[in-house]
């Protein structure tokens, strides 16, 4: 199984989310690519990629056959895709753990149903935990299930596409839970941050498409 480091599941993570939150965008040029890595909003941890770091990730991960190069038919801005379900031949519902686990770490299952709508509609958390099983118990698993933590009710999963976890790296990095206005307010705040990044996209876009004609 190929291994990426963690600006290459970041970027791959990235490629993955705004190609089903926003199509209309997808495939994504380096600009947008590199604003879907750094944004503040569904990122843990919140990273500061430059363009050449964005694009020697891309560059290993096209060796590796996860992402490749997109040349429109109108348009000379080159611009980037991935592979993720094919190379590891997953349905929708594991896309979106695997893309979630990427974007923010380990989680749980109720975790991950409660970040995932957008991605992907998941009725109750035992549909989660069925994709988790399913991933931990392939040939090469591409999940893991870490000790549950004291204090802890729930045991988190890790993704593997970067190799071996080391559990004890993890112990202690989950926030105590939030009080539910402090849910809103963050819902609110993420909101909000997509639409930033959604414009930033836009004009990006924009930029691009002007240049054809200067």
Do not use: W
């Not at 056959?65 to 348009?75: E, I, M, R």
């Not at 105590?176 to 705040?189: H, I, M, T, Y």
């Amino acid at each position: 199984m190929a291994v990426i480091n963690e600006i290459e599941a970041r970027v791959l993570g990235s490629l993955v989310e705004k190609q089903l939150t926003t199509p209309e965008y997808y495939p994504l040029t380096l600009n947008s690519l590199v604003a879907a890595c750094n944004q503040k909003s569904n990122r843990d941890p919140v990273m500061a990629l430059s363009e050449s770091e964005v694009l020697a990730a891309v560059d290993s991960m096209r060796d590796k056959n996860l992402v490749y190069l997109f040349h429109g038919s109108t348009s000379r801005t080159v611009k980037y895709k991935h592979m993720l379900p094919s190379v590891f031949e997953l349905d929708e519902a594991g896309v979106a753990v695997i893309t979630l686990l990427l974007l923010r770490g380990p989680q749980t299952a109720g975790e991950i149903r409660g970040r995932a709508d957008r991605l992907h509609e998941f009725g109750a958390i035992s549909e989660v935990q069925e994709t988790l099983d399913a991933l931990a118990r392939r040939d090469e698993p591409l999940v893991v299930k870490l000790e549950r933590q004291p204090g802890q009710k729930e045991a988190r999963y890790a993704h593997l596409l970067s190799g071996p976890v080391d559990a004890a790296a993890f112990v202690g990095t989950r926030s105590a839970s939030p009080s539910p206005a402090g849910d809103r307010l963050a819902e609110v705040e993420a909101q909000l941050a997509e639409l930033r990044q959604e414009f930033t996209e836009f004009k990006a876009m924009f930029e691009e498409f002007r240049r054809q004609f200067d």
